[in-house]
T-cell receptor
Framework: AQSVTQLDSHVSVSEGTPVLLRCNYS??????LFWYVQHPNKGLQLLLK??????LVKGINGFEAEFKKSETSFHLTKPSAHMSDAAEYFCVVRPRDDKIIFGKGTRLHILP | DAGVIQSPRHEVTEMGQEVTLRCKPISGHDYLFWYRQTMMRGLELLIY????????DSGMPEDRFSAKMPNASFSTLKIQPSEPRDSAVYFCASSLSYRGSYEQYFGPGTRLTVT
């Protein structure tokens, strides 16, 4: 069965330090993978996507993610957190022949 | 492009009343999705359309919920009668293609409160 697991429901980092949000997926085929961000009281916005091209994907606002097939992971990273990064982040799997699957989300807190 | 447009942004209604949420997808997108987001259940896909035709409504919680897409530029989600447990944020999203790498574009959501 297809699934996506975001390993942390909450992550807290200090401003200026690196961010790591973890995502693991299960899919029978090579899926498309996405990260979305949701700021408070806003809709979801696409951060980046992987579609079987380069395994390291760069997104908006300095975020990037690396697709690791052997680990079935698609972790989101950013070298230096900014206060404006405080939001909820969703990892999304779109298997080739199945429904889109959203992770339960990781709330990122930025400490001053 | 203006993006996905939803109205109203906020709706407060009393239990038993009919509620209609509206969505205008991005022009040219042939898929439209309705989601519900709550603290308890997270983001849930309710129903999606392809070329105005409902494809999968297995996420619709019960018969009180119905959705229509009379044309390519307009969709409604109706709850009749509404109940307090329907309180949530409802999102509409559209995309160029469901099966593939095309991402979904989300509207700002409608926050529904049923008292």
């Amino acid at each position: 069965a297809q699934s996506v697991t975001q390993l942390d429901s909450h992550v807290s980092v200090s401003e200026g330090t690196p961010v790591l949000l973890r995502c693991n997926y299960s899919s029978s085929y090579s899926p498309s993978l996405f990260w979305y961000v949701q700021h408070p009281n806003k809709g979801l916005q696409l951060l980046l996507k992987y579609t079987s091209a380069a395994t390291l994907v760069k997104g908006i606002n300095g975020f990037e993610a690396e697709f690791k097939k052997s680990e079935t992971s698609f972790h989101l990273t950013k070298p230096s957190a900014h206060m404006s990064d405080a939001a909820e982040y969703f990892c999304v799997v779109r298997p080739r022949d199945d429904k889109i699957i959203f992770g339960k989300g990781t709330r990122l807190h930025i400490l001053p | 492009d203006a993006g996905v447009i939803q109205s109203p942004r906020h709706e407060v209604t009393e239990m038993g009343q009919e509620v209609t949420l509206r969505c205008k997808p991005i022009s040219g997108h042939d898929y439209l999705f309705w989601y519900r987001q709550t603290m308890m259940r997270g983001l849930e896909l309710l129903i999606y359309f392809n070329n105005n035709v409902p494809i999968d409504d297995s996420g619709m919680p019960e018969d009180r919920f119905s959705a229509k897409m009379p044309n390519a530029s307009f969709s409604t989600l109706k709850i009749q009668p509404s109940e307090p447990r329907d309180s949530a944020v409802y999102f509409c999203a559209s995309s160029l293609s469901y099966r593939g790498s095309y991402e979904q574009y989300f509207g700002p959501g409608t926050r529904l409160t049923v008292t």
